[in-house]
């Protein structure tokens, strides 16, 4: 069974500042997603990583994996408010076709001025 | 930009009762989901559908739930006999390519009484 485990949990922080949000995983994947929740939102995918070794960033967001530490790090730099979120790893049953995706429990972001 | 979206936003309905939740997928996708999320808890993959059948689906997914993509724009939840349980956001999800990233709906609020 694959199971997904994202740290910490809960993450304050303040502006300016730089933090990683880690996602373990339990089995070999060979999709990885990461996703933006606003609270009473819906999600927005932000990242979609695929091999090994891979690297995407979009503002501040840099997100990356290594498939054979089965580990996926979203890094945030330079924080501001506008970042205050939860956010979700999610990863794929390795061999589907359209996916099975098995979510983290979510890193809930609050950056503070 | 194109969106998926569902209807209703919000549907009250009582314990053993049959609930259709209707999504319409971006007009050129090709992948289809369905998730959940129990208010606070994180998101649950309930099924993919691919090429007008199902691809992929959780030990959720029971035989209490089905999905049907009736014409070539409507993509539907049905749940027969909603359980308490059942009450969650649902979302709607979709992609034009397998290892793309999914575009989702803003949820129907399902609430079981």
């Known amino acids: 069974e694959l199971k997904v485990e994202q740290n910490p949990l809960f993450l304050s922080m303040q502006e300016g500042k730089n933090y990683t949000i880690y996602c373990n995983y339990s089995?070999?994947?060979?999709?990885l997603y990461w996703y933006r929740q606003d609270p009473g939102k819906s999600l927005e995918s932000l990242f979609v990583?695929?091999?090994?070794?891979a690297v995407k960033q979009e503002g501040r967001l840099m997100a990356s994996l290594d498939t054979k530490a089965r580990l996926s790090t979203l890094h945030i730099t330079a924080a501001v408010h506008d970042l205050s979120a939860t956010y979700f790893c999610?990863?794929?049953?390795?061999?589907?076709?359209?996916?099975?995706?098995?979510f983290g429990d979510g890193t809930t972001l609050t950056v503070k001025p | 930009e194109p969106e998926v979206t569902q209807t209703p936003s919000h549907q009250v309905t009582q314990m053993g009762q049959e609930v259709i939740l209707r999504c319409v997928p971006i007009?050129?996708?090709?992948?289809f989901y369905w998730y959940r999320q129990i208010l606070g808890q994180k998101v649950e993959f309930l099924v993919s559908?691919?090429?007008?059948?199902?691809?992929?689906k959780s030990e959720i997914f029971d035989d209490q739930f089905s999905v049907e993509r009736p014409d070539g724009s409507n993509f539907t939840l049905k749940i027969r006999s909603t359980k308490l349980e059942d009450s969650a956001m649902y979302f709607c999800?979709?992609?034009?390519?397998?290892?793309?990233?999914?575009?989702f709906g803003d949820g129907t609020r399902l609430s079981i009484l």
């Open positions: 999800a979709s992609s034009d390519k397998r290892n793309q990233p999914q575009h």
């Open positions: 999610a990863v794929d049953k390795i061999g589907t076709n359209a996916g099975k995706s098995t």
């Open positions: 990583l695929l091999s090994n070794g």
């Open positions: 089995t070999t994947s060979d999709r």
């Open positions: 559908f691919y090429n007008n059948e199902i691809s992929e």
């Open positions: 007009s050129n996708h090709l992948y």
